[in-house]
């Protein structure tokens, strides 16, 4: 008796564990999901959106190509361009851009890309195409 009630908490406990992770990795983020080019939507500090208009000439476009490489430009508040070349890899659904410094964890979220660096959040969004 006392091992039926065992097994059976234990087959509940598994099913619930199941359910929970299933929609956990219906979220995660694929390649396909970060590869092509983004550019700066806008920026959030202390629980406030900038968009990334208001902070011309500011900008930073990221390239995500499908062969594991990226290359991200940055114009600062000088006007001044900065260009890094990146690897990058998926895990977990996180991007992962690699260079020579390290390597930084990005989010994709309802169609954007989230990067938190220090304590602001860059939020990027697909680049127009004209």
């Not at 406030?48 to 600062?76: C, E, K």
Request: aromatic share 14%; proline share 2%.
């Amino acid at each position: 008796m006392f091992m039926r009630r065992l097994s059976g908490t234990v087959l509940s406990v598994l099913l619930l564990l199941c359910l929970l992770a299933a929609p956990l990795s219906a979220f995660a983020a694929s390649a396909s999901d970060y590869i092509g080019t983004w550019e700066l939507d806008s920026v959030i500090y202390d629980g406030y959106s900038v968009p990334a208009r208001v902070l011309d000439p500011f900008r930073i476009t990221m390239i995500i190509n499908s062969d594991n490489t990226g290359h991200l430009t940055q114009i600062n508040e000088e006007g001044d361009t900065e260009e890094v070349d990146v690897t990058w890899y998926i895990q977990t659904g996180y991007l992962f851009l690699e260079d020579e410094e390290g390597n930084t964890s990005l989010t994709y979220i309802d169609g954007k890309i989230y990067w938190n660096v220090e304590n602001l959040t860059y939020v990027f969004a697909r680049a127009r195409r004209y």
